[in-house]
């Protein structure tokens, strides 16, 4: 794994520095969409099959918001987003967020996360583990891996990269036995677009009932 760290001339973390290079890099890729609908739809069926009362959902790091917008319209769930960047209140259904904080009233309480943005992150672990908090009872994270999520494409904007194999045994470690990956979602899409980058999806789960991995591919 690789993190590019934002420190000042004293070697100290650099918040301000970090923020500044989140937002420059939203303003100017603002009319941009990363996340697949097709993707998301499928990853809805995958919730709603696994998770029995699915009602509030997070999307970390959303730019223009259609993760949340697909996410809220596919399952019936209320899905938040959260931005860095002022742009946020530009769009439904999105806060003005870093994503390495966590809310109160979150803690315990949401049924599913989905980010394809935690290459962003300044401090994965401090990241994952927050994210992991947040979950309720059986409640399931969803992070997107690709080619783009590896050390080879760190960047002052994208500072965390890391392999498929190593984020699994990462977020192994960080959930402790009390989350665990159960899953590792291939073939989500026939976009060219998504099987050129080798899109992935690990599922992390709280504990609770054992996933099915069959019935939502077919929606
Ligand atoms: C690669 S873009 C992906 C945007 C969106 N998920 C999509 O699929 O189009 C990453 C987004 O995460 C935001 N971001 C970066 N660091 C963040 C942080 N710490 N908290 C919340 N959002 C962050 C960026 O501003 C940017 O809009």
């Not at 979150?106 to 994210?131: L, T």
């Not at 999520?149 to 977020?171: K, M, N, T, Y």
């Amino acid at each position: 794994m690789k993190l590019i760290k934002y420190i000042d001339i004293s070697g100290k973390f650099d918040y301000d520095l970090y923020r500044s290079a989140q937002e420059n890099g939203n303003k100017r890729k603002i009319d941009k969409v990363w996340a697949s609908e097709e993707v998301v739809r499928k990853l809805s069926a995958f919730l709603k099959s696994n998770i029995r009362s699915l009602r509030f959902g997070l999307c970390h790091g959303t730019r223009r918001g259609k993760e949340q917008e697909w996410f809220s319209k596919y399952t019936d769930a209320d899905f938040l987003g959260t931005e860095i960047s002022e742009t946020a209140i530009q769009f439904p259904r999105t806060i003005q967020w870093d994503f390495h904080e966590t809310k109160s009233e979150w803690i315990g309480k949401v049924d599913a996360i989905y980010s394809n943005s935690w290459d962003h992150s300044y401090d994965p672990g401090k990241c994952f583990k927050g994210w992991l908090s947040c979950l309720s009872p059986g409640g399931i994270l969803l992070l997107e891996h690709t080619t783009y999520h590896c050390e080879d494409q760190v960047s002052q904007l994208d500072p965390f990269g890391i392999a498929l194999d190593e984020l699994v045994l990462f977020l192994t470690e960080i959930g402790q036995g009390d989350y665990s990956v159960v899953a590792v979602l291939r073939n989500l899409t026939n976009e060219e677009r998504m099987s050129k980058i080798g899109l992935a999806v690990v599922v992390v789960r709280r504990h609770g009932p054992t996933v099915d991995l069959e019935t939502w591919r077919s929606v």
